[in-house]
Structures are given as structure tokens and as C-alpha cells.
T-cell receptor, first 117, second 110 residues
Framework: GAVVSQHPSWVICKSGTSVKIECRSL??????MFWYRQFPKQSLMLMAT?????????EQGVEKDKFLINHASLTLSTLTVTSAHPEDSSFYIC?????????????FGAGTRLSVL | GENVEQHPSTLSVQEGDSAVIKCTYS??????FPWYKQELGKGPQLIID?????GEKKDQRIAVTLNKTAKHFSLHITETQPEDSAVYFC?????????FGAGTTVTVRA
């Protein structure tokens, strides 16, 4: 299947700092990418939809000024957690939608474990 | 919005036996139903999917069935192996957005 690369896989930061997570589709162009958050032993919760060349669409309850999303190219979306606090510690996962050739499949990155001290 | 329920939450099977996971969805507009396998500390991996115009799909030991009328779909794993142990998520998709079930932790006993 298609490959989605997510970096970093693990990051520890001090409270108050910002952290950027990258999500790249390696062998297809993704006009739409998604960012999820997953707490331990829970399901994936959609945070926002990232659209290439336009503003992201955030789910209800997700602060857009806290979680900045940029989708500057067809293969790259970034999520920046601004002024991180311990409650932001979680597993963040991106996915990229492959809509080419009649397909419509979401492929996921390996996830980023964020620990805020 | 879409609401996906998944059962059971945990499933323990003997190696070689079959495993079945069931999901229901609420929005009849959902038209794509993927299943993902997630191993500890990793991202979800697509294992099989089915679209609303198909009732059943099989890929080697994995099969998925869809009943649009009843709004439920199921994952069947036959001849389970220890490497099938993982958390499995069902999802329903409408307008490109995935709504996930709560997950099923499958343990295959050797």
C-alpha cells in the first residue's frame, strides 16, 4: 500500500514550547490530509482536516490557535502544537487521502508520541 | 454526525480459530467502510475495506461483510495466527471523513 511518513516519532518538550509534526505522502499526491489524536487504549479522534492551499477545517472543541495546521504542498502537512502543556501529551497520527485513479483510501502515518514535561 | 459502535472490546482466540468483530453505524449516507489494524505504538494499517455497493469482500484469511439495510458490517479472520494479535478498528466514511469504532483488542493464544 501507499506510504505516509510522519516525523518525529517521539518528542519530549518543556511546557510552554511549540512542537511541529510533519506528515508526508511519499508516493501519491494528497489534497486532503487528516490529523487525529489518540489517548491510551482509546480510539482515534479526528482533530482537523488539512486541505492543500486552503485553511484547515477543525472539529468541534479543537482550538485552531493551539493546533496550527499548514498544508503547503500536495505531499506535506504540518501540525504545530503551540505553547504545549502536559495535557497536550498524547499520540498524534496523520493520514493522507489517496483519491487518484478512482481510489479513495486513507493511509496513516506511524504516529508521534508527544510528552510535555 | 456518524456514530460507530464496535463489539467486542476484547477478544481472545486459540491459534487456528476464527475471530469475528462487528460494527454498526448510524448514518445511512456513509459509503465506505475500512478496517485498520494497530500494533502497539504504531499507526493504523489498512487491512481491508468495503464500499457500499458491495456486500462481501475477501482477501486471503480476512473477509468483510456489509449489510446496508441493517447498517452493520463485520470483520472475519480465519485460521488466526499469533501475529494477528493487535487492536482492530472499524470505521465508516462519509464525505471523506472517517468515524472510528472504539477498537477491539484481539489476542491469539498459541
Amino acid at each position: 500500500g501507499a506510504v505516509v511518513s510522519q516525523h518525529p516519532s517521539w518528542v519530549i518538550c518543556k511546557s510552554g514550547t511549540s512542537v511541529k509534526i510533519e506528515c508526508r505522502s511519499l508516493d501519491f499526491q494528497a489534497t486532503t490530509m487528516f490529523w487525529y489524536r489518540q489517548f491510551p487504549k482509546q480510539s482515534l479522534m479526528l482533530m482537523a482536516t488539512s486541505n492543500e492551499g486552503s485553511k484547515a477545517t477543525y472539529e468541534q472543541g479543537v482550538e485552531k490557535d493551539k493546533f496550527l495546521i499548514n498544508h503547503a504542498s500536495l505531499t506535506l502537512s504540518t501540525l504545530t502544537v503551540t505553547s504545549a502543556h502536559p495535557e497536550d501529551s498524547s499520540f498524534y497520527i496523520c493520514s493522507a487521502r489517496d483519491g487518484g485513479g478512482g481510489r479513495d483510501i486513507q493511509y496513516f502515518g506511524a504516529g508521534t508520541r508527544l510528552s510535555v514535561l | 454526525g456518524e456514530n460507530v459502535e464496535q463489539h467486542p472490546s476484547t477478544l481472545s482466540v486459540q491459534e487456528g480459530d476464527s475471530a469475528v468483530i462487528k460494527c454498526t453505524y448510524s448514518d445511512s449516507a456513509s459509503n465506505y467502510f475500512p478496517w485498520y489494524k494497530q500494533e502497539l505504538g504504531k499507526g493504523p494499517q489498512l487491512i481491508i475495506d468495503i464500499r457500499s455497493n458491495v456486500g462481501e469482500k475477501k482477501d486471503q484469511r480476512i473477509a468483510v461483510t456489509l449489510n446496508k439495510t441493517a447498517k452493520h458490517f463485520s470483520l472475519h479472520i480465519t485460521e488466526t495466527q499469533p501475529e494477528d494479535s493487535a487492536v482492530y478498528f472499524c470505521a465508516a466514511c462519509y464525505d471523506y471523513k472517517l468515524s472510528f469504532g472504539a477498537g477491539t483488542t484481539v489476542t491469539v493464544r498459541a
